[in-house]
């Protein structure tokens, strides 16, 4: 990959384990440099070691991405290291416990709008400042949607509120980068095959009550969707992209 003769430098969040490792990995595999951002330094290491003898191009930034400095100093250190941004892929995310919505604490509702919709927001302003700019000036941001961002899962009114609130600013993001040729897409993503998603294997709760065993995809497909879409000329958007195990209950459940 090459802007020019330079290679392009891609962040992903959430990059220690699931979806973010493996689509770091892939992009990494595409000829991208990669800084990957996660909570912990222990799972990034676990990136690393797996990303073999391209980790040359890669920073690892302990991060949390609800935090303005914290994620302040991410974009700091990819800029002085890789030189500049050219795909942001927001995939860092959390969840709450499945408990009646009126049981949350506080606390717990908090966690998940920091992770999942303030993260997005932090991170999407500081891509903005640098991808303005650089020249050539411009750049994609990809955001981690859900299916939840269009039907909800019983118990998961953080999860599903931040999730929508993605979708907003993906369309906020999409518009207001035009004029800087900042393209902004959102990948909708429905079980995975991934830690988060192991106990579907032994059933999760429907909205009519019953727990039911839901099928799960490779999580290479989404891999290879980011790289698809970070790939495309900056002229051409996939604005939305529902990738799905396609017999899980999304299409009529409830």
């Not at 391209?54 to 994620?71: E, F, H, K, L």
């Not at 966690?111 to 927001?121: E, K, Q």
């Not at 604005?239 to 899980?248: P, R």
Request: charge should be negative; proline fraction near 6%.
């Amino acid at each position: 990959m090459a802007s020019g003769q330079q290679t392009k430098v891609a962040i992903v969040t959430g990059a220690g384990t699931g979806i973010g490792r493996a689509s770091a990995l892939a992009l990494l595999r595409d000829g991208y440099s990669v800084a990957l951002a996660g909570r912990r330094m222990e799972p990034l290491e676990q990136t690393l070691d797996q990303a073999g003898t391209v980790a040359s191009r890669t920073i690892a930034v302990p991060t949390d991405v609800g935090d303005p400095d914290s994620v302040q100093n991410l974009f700091a250190k990819t800029l002085e290291s890789l030189g500049r941004l050219d795909v942001l892929f927001n995939n860092a995310g959390t969840g709450a416990p499945p408990v009646p919505m009126e049981d949350l604490t506080y606390e717990q509702w908090q966690r998940a709008v920091d992770a999942n919709l303030t993260g997005v927001f932090l991170c999407t302003q500081q891509a903005i400042k640098i991808m303005k700019a650089q020249d050539p000036m411009g750049g994609r941001i990809i955001n981690n949607g859900s299916i939840s961002a269009y039907a909800p899962r019983p118990n998961s009114a953080p999860y599903t509120a931040t999730k929508h609130g993605v979708t907003g600013l993906t369309k906020s993001t999409s518009l207001d980068g035009r004029r800087y040729n900042i393209a902004c897409s959102q990948i909708d993503i429905g079980n995975a095959a991934t830690e988060m998603t192991n106990p579907m294997e032994a059933g999760i709760v429907q909205p009519y009550g019953e727990v039911v065993v839901e099928p799960r995809f490779d999580v290479e497909h989404v891999a290879d969707a980011i790289v698809y879409i970070a790939n495309l000329p900056l002229d051409t958007n996939v604005q939305f992209m529902t990738i799905m195990a396609t017999k899980m209950p999304f299409i009529g459940r409830g």
